[in-house]
């Protein structure tokens, strides 16, 4: 019995020091905090098995994100030398080097920086960006000023960006992004994103929003030849479904109350925002993936198709009506129309619902 | 019979007084001689110490008296040792009396007094001694667990061979009183849990960067110096222990004891109170007298050192911290580091916040309300990183401070100045503004608030001011940055740096090797400003934090994550200031890479060639790192003259911006002004134009 309690605190005493130095292993709080490669399983695993990840590859979110090497990138990027609007701006692009580089001239002196990715599968536009340490060794981003844009083939100033430039060293150039707002753009744009101390560790980017960024870490289930079968997206709530979605295209709880409202422009580029006030979907059980397949791409589903439409508006039921002006081929034109931006990128309005209703107050 | 007055004992005694005290002072008050009566925001049930509701004494006299008390008993286990009057005493009074900390006062003067107590008699008196010594733990302390464990375990101890007790006191007795503790943790909520808080922490404790005082800290000398003090007595006295249970529960308590700097006293006091050295030695030390004199001068000096008793003398007031309920700010707090719950422990400070979760970890043991820890734990990882918006972690949770935010409703957010990560972070975020900094604290408010507001604009002006010093005789930093020693003005100028205030920070950090790592910091801070408004680096600014971060990153004790940040952020600067050379390069290209690279035998060879005012001129630029920027100014200012003339306009114009930056970072703005304006004269288009301009717009605003 003399021997019991003092058992007990050993034994206490050395799990304590056993996940004190488990703890000393994790990057920091109590949360579990996988590794870059922990849990992970190579994107090419999944083509062994999964036709569907090989349509995938040639998709918008697989492309999302390229390093600015990329020959064509570099082409591209170098085609801006030759626009007016660079000219005007005094703006060069050489691409002599690894990555494209621009610079600003100004009389006898140049402003320039390196330009090491872009951003946007070119489906809609191409942001060039580069990436800057600050004196803490963390990434800041530099948002080149000029995008090529699809609609019109050819470059203008990137969304967001001010049209009058201020006096700043990169003002010519784009517009600086702190640390945080950094990794927020590599994180919609990237399935693996390891981060150290606010640096991005560019080398081990899973560049891409990939197959494992929707399914998890598939390490186990490629290593076991498939048969852990976490996480499946089918069982995942519908709520849940969207929320993953709108991780990058946004939630409606991330906007303010008083944004969302149908005579706002700027939600329609969030498509989970307008899709969540719609009546289809507030009286359905549609996601996301009730009208798109990720994993092909959307010319080659007829993502502006009436099929997905058709699903519940087929005329069969009183409380899922067709078309009222007669119209069967058409459904987007009018419910889920194209809005311009302030720059060359359209985009569809979500927010499904009868043309003609006026403004919510 | 005379009754000689104890001075051994009394010496012993005021040599723990002066100890304790200025350790106290030195290092901070961690926990109070009755601990706070109100649980945290998230705790659902917490047991409070009834007699912290009870007694009207204020803090500062609660803690006194707790201090007096554990002196006494420090005093009195160093007076059992069976060989008193031994120089081994010392090292254990130094020892325990580092360690102490008032919230351990009440339960050492009863865990002494039950571990003082007798043999069991025919009598019962005993046993209502230490029940009613049990009762006063409950009462008084939230460490009553051990005060309760230790009175069990003397309950049923044998009686001694000439009493036999009956079967009531053997078994009777123990049972009741154990079945009103168990009575007691069923029926009042979070008593169970705060009585097993002793061992409790072994297995709820998190992370050491979220409670510190729960894990060793090897490398602070605030730890280990006490406990080498009391391993070098337990060596003496326990070498020739030959009972194999004692050994065991020597390694037991000591392997438990170590394992936290908030149980290291009590566990130590525990050792000795428990296993009483059996000690064979028994001649006392000659000299003992002289020696105890001794001990007492260099007590005195510490407490005078840690209670500042010097400035003291003089009249002034320290202030060692800040105190948010001068502010207008209320609501709900968020600690990161959970130690400083001490520091928002007075009745106002009650009255006007909530600590969100507090060191209470006995309070953990239930659901948390509205969240867990891991949720709380997840809440300050993702504001030190600035994580707003929702994000999916790899583990399928949802990450995102703004949904927490809207739930919880912080108002204010408390970081530990040291941690410069999280600090730098939130300079970053939209959704808080620094209000505050000490040596201990750093204290960041929402935006948005209305009562966070008026401090949060002071606090900009304060470090505005302190970094473009233009209206030095309009401001105070009374109650916003605030430090009371040389080591707190390391802590608030680091915090500076972290906010990107490098200027500020040097200001209040002398120039000495004690700050070579906190210099190094702020000046690879002002090479990175210079370098990112220009498109090359400064000569001045770029070769000190070369040079200086070089040596630091020499230095072995520079902390892990200090080294990691500065060695990145060098690299950096290195990278964007200094591309290739092109073919065949100049001499002056090639002096111009020498010194933003910091290679300081290749200026020299290169100064070789250069005309004697010039090279007058670059030597100052070499002398710069280890020269305090007085000196800078006053030698640049000597050496720009002869120059007129023999060197080209751009290269003066140049000389000039780096004499109003030494001037700015002396603080001599009737220096830097003309400076900055004579460069921009002399060279317009100067590479330097943008960064002169911010800097000219800055001191002029």
């Known amino acids: 019995m003399k021997f019991v309690i003092p058992g007990l605190l050993l034994s206490l005493l050395a799990w304590s020091i056993w996940r004190e130095s488990q703890d000393r292993a994790i990057a920091s709080g109590d949360l579990p905090e996988l590794e870059v490669t922990r849990g992970w399983a190579l994107e090419t695993s999944c083509q062994e098995c999964h036709s569907q990840s090989q349509s995938f590859a040639e998709t918008g979110h697989a492309l999302t994100l390229r390093p600015a090497s990329d020959p064509v990138l570099r082409q591209l990027i170098q085609s801006l030398n030759t626009t007016p609007a660079a000219q005007r701006d005094s703006m060069q692009v050489s691409t002599e080097g690894r990555f494209p580089r621009v610079q600003h001239r100004e009389g006898q002196h140049a402003n320039d920086a390196e330009l090491d990715w872009c951003f946007g599968s070119g489906r809609h536009a191409r942001t060039w960006v580069g990436t800057l340490p600050d004196s803490d060794g963390a990434t800041n981003l530099l948002e080149f000023r000029w995008t090529w844009y699809r609609d019109v083939d050819g470059f203008q100033v990137t969304p967001g960006q001010p049209t009058e430039l201020d006096s700043g060293y990169y003002s010519h150039l784009g517009v600086l992004f702190d640390q945080p707002k950094a990794r927020r753009c590599f994180g919609c744009h990237a399935t693996h994103l390891p981060v150290d101390a606010g640096q991005i560790q560019v080398a081990k980017i899973q560049a891409g929003v990939t197959c494992q960024r929707c399914h998890g870490p598939r390490e186990a289930h490629v290593q076991t030849g498939g048969s852990i079968q976490e996480h499946r997206w089918s069982g995942l709530s519908r709520d849940e479904q969207v929320a993953r979605c709108a991780e990058c295209h946004r939630h409606p709880e991330e906007q303010t109350p008083d944004s969302i409202h149908i005579g706002n422009p700027d939600i329609v580029r969030f498509q989970p925002v307008g899709l969540m006030q719609s009546e289809c979907f507030q009286r359905s059980k549609m996601t996301c993936t ?4 990720p994993h092909q791409t959307m010319e080659s589903q007829n993502s502006g198709g009436i099929w997905q439409c058709i699903q519940c508006h087929d005329g069969k039921q009183d409380d899922r009506p067709v078309c009222g002006s007669g119209q069967l081929d058409n459904c987007l034109s009018c419910h889920m129309p194209k809005v311009s931006m302030d720059r060359p990128v359209r985009f569809t309005d979500h927010w499904i619902r009868i043309p003609s209703e006026k403004p919510l107050p | 019979m005379t009754h000689r007055f104890p001075w051994t004992s009394f010496g012993v005694w005021l040599a723990a007084c002066l100890l304790i005290a200025g350790s106290i002072t030195a290092h901070g008050v961690r926990s109070d001689g009755l601990p706070t009566a109100m649980p945290s925001g998230l705790a659902s049930s917490s047991w409070s110490v009834p007699g912290a509701q009870w007694v009207l004494i204020p803090p500062v006299i609660r803690n006194v008296l707790a201090v007096l008390g554990g002196a006494w008993a420090i005093t009195a286990l160093c007076r059992d040792l069976e060989v008193s009057r031994s120089w081994s005493l010392f090292p254990l009074l130094m020892g325990l009396s580092l360690l102490f900390q008032p919230g351990d006062g009440v339960a050492m003067v009863l865990l002494y007094l039950v571990a003082r107590m007798g043999p069991k008699t025919e009598s019962t008196t005993q046993d209502w001694q230490l029940a009613g010594i049990g009762v006063t733990a409950i009462l008084m302390t939230l460490e009553f667990g051990l005060v309760l464990g230790a009175v069990l375990v003397k309950l049923c101890q044998p009686a001694s061979n000439e009493v036999r007790p009956g079967v009531g006191r053997r078994l009777i007795f123990p049972s009741l009183w154990l079945a009103g503790v168990i009575g007691t943790a069923m029926v009042i ?8 808080r002793p061992v409790s922490w072994l297995w709820m404790r998190p992370a050491a960067s979220m409670m510190p005082s ?17 391993a070098t007595t337990c060596i003496v006295h326990f070498r020739s222990e030959r009972n194999v249970s004692r050994i065991v529960w020597m390694l037991i308590l000591v392997g438990v004891a170590i394992q936290s700097q908030r149980y290291l006293f009590l566990g130590l006091c525990g050792l000795w109170l428990w296993l009483r050295p059996r000690t064979v030695t028994g001649c006392p030390t000659p000299g003992f007298g002289p020696l105890l004199v001794v001990c007492l001068i260099l007590s005195g000096g510490y407490g005078i050192y840690g209670m500042g008793w010097a400035t ?49 970890w006995d309070s953990w043991g239930g659901a948390l309300k509205g969240g867990s820890l891991s949720d709380y734990v997840a809440f300050c990882r993702d504001l030190r990183e600035v994580r707003d918006l929702r994000y999916r972690r790899v583990d399928g949770t949802w990450g995102g401070y703004q949904s927490r935010m809207e739930t919880w409703n912080p108002m204010l957010l408390v970081v530990d100045s040291s941690d410069h990560l999280s600090i730098r972070g939130l300079s970053l975020s939209p959704d808080w503004r620094i209000m505050g900094i000490d040596g201990q604290q750093t204290i960041f408010g929402r935006v948005g608030d209305p009562r966070n507001t008026i401090q949060i604009r002071h606090a900009l002006d304060c470090l505005m001011t302190l970094e473009w010093p233009a209206r030095l005789d309009q401001f105070t930093l009374d109650n916003t940055l605030v430090s009371g020693d040389s080591h707190e003005d390391q802590q608030v100028a680091g915090a500076m740096c972290s906010l990107r205030f490098p200027y500020a920070a040097l200001r209040l950090a002398r120039h000495d090797q004690q700050n070579h790592a906190l210099r190094a910091r702020c000046l690879l801070e002002l090479a990175h400003r210079v370098a990112s408004h220009s498109s090359t680096g400064s000569l001045l600014d770029q070769f000190r934090a070369v040079i200086v971060v070089q040596q630091s990153l020499s230095h072995r004790t520079l902390e892990p994550e200090i080294r990691k940040t500065m060695d990145r952020g060098l690299q950096a600067l290195l990278d964007r200031t200094t591309p290739p050379l092109k073919p065949n390069p100049d001499e002056l290209s090639r002096l111009r890479m020498a010194f933003l690279t910091g290679n300081s035998s290749e200026i020299q060879h290169l100064l070789i060639g250069l005309p004697p005012v010039q090279a007058n001129y670059y030597q100052i630029l070499v002398r710069s790192p280890g020269l305090p920027p007085d000196e800078i100014v006053v030698e640049l200012k000597n050496a720009i003259p002869p120059l007129v003339g023999q060197v080209p306009d751009s290269t003066l114009s140049e000389c000039h911006f780096y004499l109003g930056c030494a001037a700015l970072e002396s603080g001599r703005i009737e220096i830097a002004i003309p400076a900055f304006e004579e460069s921009r004269q002399l060279a317009p288009n100067s590479p330097f134009r943008m960064i002169r301009e911010l800097y000219l717009n800055q001191l002029r605003r």
Do not use: K, Y
């Not at chain 2, 800290?217 to 280990?224: K, L």
């Not at chain 2, 800040?322 to 106002?348: E, F, K, Q, Y």
């Open chain 2, 312 to 360: 003291l003398l003089t009249g002034q007031t320290i202030v060692r911290s800040i105190d948010p309920t001068l502010w207008d700010s209320r609501g709900r707090v968020v600690l990161m580091n959970l130690d400083h719950s001490a520091h928002w422990s007075s009745p106002l400070a009650q009255e006007r916040f909530e600590l969100l979760l507090d060191d209470r």
């Open chain 2, 189 to 196: 909520p979070g008593f169970s849990w705060a009585a097993i």
């Open chain 1, 290 to 293: 009730s009208c798109h397949d």
């Open chain 2, 214 to 230: 729960l894990h060793p800290a090897w490398d602070s000398m605030q730890f280990t110096l006490p406990l080498v003090l009391v």
